[in-house]
């Protein structure tokens, strides 16, 4: 097969992961509207049990009572029901979660065979190696968890991720510039595209730990019955501490990243700092999670204000990967574009 028909191979896959990513996505809401009209069911089960458990103390036993019902506060939806794992939107949406995975990275192997080098040198390829981590991610949250809502959201932005790579950020696979070619390029940018896929999760978590805590509160804008789905979130609280261990991980990986490229810069240019608007944008998204690790583990800063800090870093985030990469003259003026 010839380089050439290796990039269309690709890029065929690419298109193929993004509309099995679409399927998931269905699913995933499918399943969480399912969620949403067992709400009255489970709350009558749940006050029944509460009940009973008061009558049972009246009467002197010592029985306790314990609520496993998907929509128990704080509960992770599902996690002991069931019926849940009788769903067939659920069944549907982690194989097909799965199926898109392994479209995705077969996508990206046959662009590195294509292209000669790891498939990371532009926009395009970063766009489609960092939602290959986010889904990754996503599959082994879900392993431990039954969370559709963040199967919604991370699916959701994977396939706008692809739809935006083909459409805005494509070119065809070729090689790189000679500062590119490097084994540098495998560590420094391979570890960067990891920690975002990981921020991106992260962010999303975030996210409905906001929407959450604003349903709870009783937010006039959420209290309508299009937000009911929030009342099968975890507690604001649990979503957030998976946030900060994804954050956390996110975090070390940026720190090598920060590193390499400083190992790297000296490599190929003969100084470890310039301040080109990459370098510059790369220290400020580390200071910004670093500001948020300190604030959330030794300052007390939980809640609301530590989700808008993770929303903060993950805007800088795409603003380095879009604005920097696009309007930006420097060094690494990569985009391809």
């Known amino acids: 097969m010839t380089t050439a028909q290796l990039g269309d191979l690709s890029t065929g896959l690419v298109w193929a992961a993004a509309t099995v990513y679409t399927v998931a996505l269905v699913a995933y809401t499918l399943d969480l509207a399912r969620l949403v009209d067992r709400l009255?069911?489970?709350?009558?089960?749940?006050?029944?049990?509460?009940?009973?458990?008061?009558?049972?103390?009246?009467?002197?036993?010592?029985?306790?009572?314990?609520?496993?019902?998907?929509?128990?506060?704080?509960?992770?939806?599902?996690?002991a029901?069931?019926?849940?794992?009788?769903?067939?939107?659920?069944?549907?949406?982690?194989?097909?979660?799965?199926?898109g995975l392994l479209l995705h990275l077969v996508a990206v192997v046959t662009r590195g065979l294509a292209a000669g080098r790891a498939p990371w040198a532009n926009m395009y390829e970063f766009t489609l190696v960092g939602t290959l981590v986010a889904v990754a991610v996503l599959l082994t949250v879900?392993?431990?968890?039954?969370?559709?809502?963040?199967?919604v959201m991370v699916t959701g932005v994977t396939v706008l991720g692809l739809a935006a790579g083909l459409l805005v950020f494509f070119i065809q696979a070729d090689g790189v510039q000679p500062a590119l070619d490097s084994y540098w390029l495998v560590i420094h940018v391979g570890i960067a595209i990891t920690s975002t896929g990981i921020f991106t999760v992260a962010f999303a978590a975030s996210v409905l730990q906001l929407l959450r805590d604003s349903r709870a509160q009783g937010s006039a804008a959420l209290a309508g019955n299009g937000w009911r789905w929030l009342e099968t979130v975890p507690r604001a609280s649990e979503l957030e501490a998976l946030s900060f261990r994804?954050?956390?991980?996110?975090?070390?990986?940026?720190?090598?990243?920060?590193?390499?490229g400083a190992i790297w810069a000296e490599h190929?240019?003969?100084?470890?700092?310039?301040?080109?608007?990459?370098?510059?944008?790369?220290?400020?998204?580390?200071?910004?999670?670093?500001?948020?690790?300190?604030?959330?583990?030794?300052?007390?800063?939980?809640?609301?204000?530590?989700?808008?800090?993770?929303?903060?870093?993950?805007?800088?985030v795409i603003a380095n990967f879009t604005i920097v990469n696009m309007f930006f003259d420097g060094k690494h003026s990569y985009s391809g574009l």
């Open 268 to 316: 190929a240019w003969g100084r470890y700092w310039g301040w080109d608007p990459k370098e510059v944008w790369t220290f400020v998204i580390w200071v910004v999670y670093a500001a948020y690790l300190h604030a959330r583990t030794t300052r007390g800063w939980a809640g609301r204000r530590a989700a808008w800090f993770v929303i903060v870093g993950y805007a800088c």
């Open 81 to 99: 029901d069931p019926g849940r794992r009788r769903s067939k939107a659920r069944g549907i949406a982690r194989s097909t979660t799965v199926l």
């Open 142 to 151: 879900l392993r431990r968890r039954d969370l559709p809502f963040l199967g």
């Open 246 to 260: 994804l954050n956390a991980v996110g975090f070390v990986l940026w720190t090598f990243t920060l590193i390499a």
């Open 40 to 79: 009255p069911a489970a709350r009558a089960a749940a006050a029944t049990a509460v009940a009973a458990g008061a009558r049972t103390s009246a009467t002197g036993a010592t029985t306790a009572v314990v609520d496993r019902g998907p929509t128990a506060p704080g509960a992770f939806a599902g996690s």
